[in-house]
């Protein structure tokens, strides 16, 4: 029997053909990168099967559908694990949006310049750790946009979490339980700022003079309920992806600020939530903590990549639906990714860590992860953090990144597969205690990322 060369599943072969011989070139009629570089666009890298989900599923789904569970199974194999349950089993529906081929859609302005700029700049030591050619850290945006192993691919994500120099935001949560019933409600804020690789002045200065040992400083805080209010926690990571984080903490009931040990980082933050510091960014640990990086498949995807903003909603707050009393996901709207790359990684510096490993799906097109599950000890399915994103317009509503709209993280599910608790939070405008997100403000460092400043926040 001949087989046609450009038939339905040739993408589906050619991706097991290069995990097979370790090829890692993102791209299938053309190689994605320098297409990317040249036009900025990435239609003529991919069929149209992985740039259409009516394609892909010839016709059974099209743009404008919703995904639920009369229909789930079409898609069942573009769905991580998790995901396929809350559909097929808990009421979850996902919206469907055409594929975004614009890259400049899926990035913010500043950081996909600094990727083109620097493209080819990047080299990793014996160690693992990120440099420039010439020996110095790293100088912004994706180190390696055509990663080569998963090493290269989970560094595009770890050297800048937001893509921005610096970032606030002002996230509201809500813990669901098993029945389906709100159980907790927190305010918080999330504070990131870079010392390398920033890229909000063209590349002119791309270090923060006296913290280049450094990779991050961040921090985050609770603001509402009264009971947790104060409670507060900073991390300074070293540029050095071997070391742990210094974790320093404010409990309000103990009046103090103490160190926490590294494996505090797979602990809830607060009772009721399933956020760990771990699951951050899917890359919320040093990455050279964590070890044996596998390239286990490139497969199309369904991701919340775009038309997730709702900028026309009060509080920008999205809808709800699902679950037992229908409070358990948020609306959402995923497209097809046409490639992803699907990386495995074991905890390797945490002996007593309570996962046994993660796996991660990295969309090619801007190196940032659409999906992200881990396993228990026993090899068990346990957590999802899944997130959405989007360049920030909705009608009439933009908000603006300098002179470009924004881009940045809408909201994330994070669900605990085994006992059935799902936290779900979204970037909002504004959350009590005043606070406000936003990006690229100069004062976050002293206001926020210090440890007299977490004691002032806590009191």
């Known amino acids: ?15 097991l053909d290069r995990v097979a011989k370790g090829t890692m070139a993102a791209g299938v009629l053309t190689p994605l990168w320098p297409l990317i570089a040249q036009a900025g666009d990435i239609t003529k890298a991919y069929p149209e099967e992985l740039l259409s989900i009516d394609a892909y599923t010839k016709g059974k789904v099209k743009t404008g559908d919703f995904v639920d569970a009369s229909n789930v199974e079409l898609v069942k194999d573009l769905l991580d694990p998790v995901a396929y349950i809350q559909i097929s089993q808990m009421g979850r529906r996902v919206k469907i949006a055409p594929t975004t081929t614009d890259v ?38 994706n180190p390696f946009p055509d990663a080569q192993t998963g090493l290269e691919a989970f560094a595009n994500i770890t050297l800048s979490w937001g893509r921005h120099d610096s970032n606030l935001y002002a996230i509201r949560d809500w813990d669901i339980g098993p029945d389906g019933s709100e159980q907790y409600q927190y305010d918080f804020c999330w504070a ?30 609770f603001t509402y309920p009264n009971d947790s209010r104060g409670t507060s926690f900073l991390n300074t990571w070293d540029y050095d992806q071997r070391k742990f984080p210094e974790l320093m903490g404010y409990i309000p009931a103990f009046k103090r600020v103490r160190r926490f040990p590294s494996s505090q980082r797979f602990e809830p933050l607060v009772p009721g939530i399933t ?45 709800v639906h ?3 009393k229908g409070l358990t996901f948020f609306d959402q709207t995923m497209e097809l990714i046409p490639e992803t790359i699907v990386i495995e990684a074991e905890p390797t510096g945490y002996p007593r860590a309570p996962v046994s490993k993660k796996r991660v799906w990295i969309d ?37 990144d300098g002179e470009y709209p924004a881009w940045s993280w809408t909201h994330v599910h ?39 400043a977490i004691r002032r926040l806590g009191s």
Do not use: C
């Open 192 to 221: 990131e700022k870079n010392t390398v690789g920033l890229v909000n002045d063209n590349g002119a200065n791309p270090y923060w003079e006296g913290h280049t040992d450094k990779l991050r400083y961040q921090s985050v805080w």
């Open 104 to 141: 400049s859609k899926i990035y913010p302005h500043e950081y996909l310049e600094a990727t083109l700029r620097n493209s080819g700049k990047a080299m990793m030591d014996a160690d693992g750790n990120v440099w420039t050619k010439d020996g110095k850290p790293w100088i912004g945006g």
């Open 414 to 452: 994070t669900h605990d597969i085994q006992t059935n608790r799902m936290s779900r939070f979204f970037q909002a405008e504004e959350v009590r205690g005043g606070f406000y997100s936003g990006y690229n403000q100069d004062d976050l460092y002293d206001r926020y990322m210090t440890v007299p």
């Open 364 to 400: 090619t097109r801007n190196m940032m992860f659409s999906s992200y599950v881990t396993y228990d000890r026993r090899g068990e399915l346990w957590k999802s953090f899944e997130p959405s994103f989007s360049q920030y317009k909705q009608g009439d509503a933009v908000k603006m």
């Open 275 to 319: 956020l760990f510091l771990s699951d951050a960014w899917a890359a919320g640990d040093p990455m050279l903590t964590w070890g044996n990086y596998k390239v286990i498949g490139r497969q199309p995807m369904l991701g919340g990549i775009s038309n997730n903003w709702m900028g026309e909603n009060p509080n920008y707050e999205p809808g």
């Open 1 to 15: 029997m001949h087989i046609k060369k450009y038939d339905h599943n040739y993408s589906r072969r050619l991706f």
């Open 322 to 324: 699902g679950g037992p």
